[in-house]
C-alpha cells in the first residue's frame, strides 16, 4: 500500500495503520472480544498478552489516530478525562501548569479538584497573545494545557505561536483537539508534544461510545503514556475501538457538512433581532479569525450565542422550545445539539470565574450537526420567536 504519510486526510482515515484480517480477510477489524492470549512457551506469543496492555482492535485504532494527527504513537482510554488523568499523572507535586481560562468545565475540574490537592499547581491565563503565558511562566512550569477552538466560547490559541514560548522555557504543549479534530488542524505539525481528544465527539461521531485519545512523535514521551496507560488501567474496550474506528472512516465527510451548517447557522443567528453576540472562528468579525485561517482548514460546525438582554429564562426557554436540536450534553454526533454551558457543561466552573471569560447566563451553545440547515433555522427561528 502507498505509504501512509504520503496520503491524503480522507485516504489515511479509511486505511491507515489497518489492514484485513489475517485469519478471514474481513475487511473491517475484528472485535476481539477477549482478555487474554494463549503463549506457545513463556514469552513467545503474537505480541498481545493481556488486553489491559494491548487489545488488538484498541491497537488498530491507536495506529489509526497516531496517522491521521500526523503522530507515530497513539493511545486510547476510557474518556477523554481519563486521557487528561494520564498526562496529569507525569508530573509531581511542586509542578506547575499553565491552563487557557476558557475551557472545558470537566477539564477545570480534573485541574482543581483531582490534581490540585496533589501539590500541583495550575494557571487559568487568557491566550489571545503569549503575553500572559510568559507572565507565569518559571522553573516550575512543565507543561501548557491548550484547547482551540476553546469551549464554548470558540476562541481560537495560535498554537505555533504557544510552541514557541513552550521550547524555550522547555516545557511541554499538550492541545485538547476534540473541536477542530484532525481534519481540520493538526497540532503536532504546529509544534505541540501531545494532541488530545475526546473521542466521545468528532472521531466516533454517533454518540454511541465514550473515549480518549492521546498522540505523541516522541518515543520517550509514548512509553511513559504507555505506563501509565497500563499501570493504571484506564483502556477503553474492544468494542468501542471498533466503533471510533468505524465513526473516523466517515469524519472528513462528516466534518465538512458541519462546517457548512456551521456557517448557515451562524451567519442566520448574526443576523437575528434578538441574538446579541455570535461566536464562530469562521466569521471576520471574529477577534482571532486570521489566526484560525491560518492554522485551520475551515472553522467547524461549533456555534455560540448570547441574547440581548442576558436573561437565564429566556435562554433555557430557548434550549427548551427547539425541536432538531436536542437539548444535551456533549457535542460532534451526527444530530444538532443545543446546550446552556452556565448550568451544564461549565456548572463545575465558579460562576465569577466563567463570566469572566464570557459564559453568562444567556449563552447558548450549538453542536451544528449534519441535517438539512434549513430546517435547522426554521428550527432555531421558531424557538428564539
Request: net charge neutral; aromatic share 8%.
Amino acid at each position: 500500500m502507498q505509504n501512509e504519510k504520503e496520503m491524503k486526510f480522507a485516504t489515511k482515515a479509511i486505511h491507515a495503520g489497518l489492514e484485513p484480517d489475517p485469519a478471514t480477510g474481513a475487511i473491517m477489524t475484528p472485535i476481539y472480544q477477549t482478555s487474554t492470549y494463549v503463549q506457545e512457551e513463556v514469552g513467545v506469543h503474537k505480541g498481545y498478552e493481556y488486553s489491559r496492555t494491548l487489545n488488538p482492535t484498541r491497537h488498530a485504532l491507536e495506529k489509526n489516530l497516531a496517522a491521521i494527527e500526523n503522530g507515530k504513537f497513539g493511545a486510547c482510554f476510557g474518556s477523554g478525562l481519563a486521557a487528561m488523568d494520564c498526562i496529569l499523572k507525569m508530573f509531581n507535586p511542586g509542578d506547575e501548569i499553565i491552563s487557557t481560562n476558557d475551557l472545558y468545565g470537566g477539564s477545570y475540574r480534573i485541574f482543581t479538584t483531582i490534581f490540585q490537592k496533589y501539590g500541583i499547581k495550575f494557571h487559568f491565563v487568557s491566550m489571545h497573545d503569549t503575553h500572559e503565558i510568559k507572565e507565569k511562566i518559571n522553573a516550575n512550569t512543565k507543561m501548557i494545557w491548550v484547547e482551540t477552538p476553546t469551549n464554548p466560547m470558540m476562541n481560537i490559541i495560535d498554537i505555533e505561536a504557544v510552541s514557541k514560548v513552550a521550547k524555550t522555557s522547555n516545557c511541554l504543549l499538550a492541545v485538547d483537539n476534540t473541536f477542530a479534530t484532525p481534519y481540520l488542524q493538526t497540532p503536532l505539525d504546529l509544534g505541540a508534544d501531545i494532541v488530545m481528544h475526546s473521542a466521545t465527539k468528532y472521531l466516533g461521531g454517533h454518540s454511541d461510545v465514550v473515549m480518549g485519545a492521546l498522540i505523541v512523535k516522541d518515543e520517550k514521551l509514548a512509553k511513559e503514556i504507555y505506563r501509565i496507560q497500563n499501570s493504571s488501567g484506564a483502556v477503553c474496550g474492544p468494542q468501542d475501538s471498533f466503533l471510533v474506528l468505524r465513526g473516523i472512516k466517515t469524519l472528513h465527510l462528516r466534518v465538512q457538512r458541519h462546517c457548512e451548517n456551521g456557517k448557515t447557522i451562524a451567519n442566520f443567528l448574526k443576523n437575528h433581532p434578538k441574538v446579541d453576540n455570535v461566536y464562530w472562528p469562521g466569521l471576520e468579525s471574529h477577534p482571532n479569525h486570521e489566526v484560525a485561517k491560518k492554522q485551520m482548514r475551515d472553522f467547524g460546525g461549533m456555534v455560540s450565542f448570547t441574547l440581548k438582554g442576558n436573561k437565564l429564562a429566556d435562554a433555557l426557554n430557548v434550549v427548551k422550545k427547539v425541536e432538531i436540536f436536542a437539548l444535551a450534553e456533549s457535542l460532534g454526533g451526527v444530530e444538532s445539539l443545543i446546550g446552556h454551558p452556565a448550568t451544564m457543561t461549565h456548572a463545575a466552573i465558579p460562576k465569577e470565574k466563567r463570566e469572566k471569560t464570557g459564559v453568562v447566563d444567556s449563552l447558548i451553545r450549538l453542536s451544528v450537526g449534519v441535517e438539512d440547515a434549513e430546517d435547522l433555522i426554521e428550527d432555531l427561528k421558531n424557538a428564539l420567536n
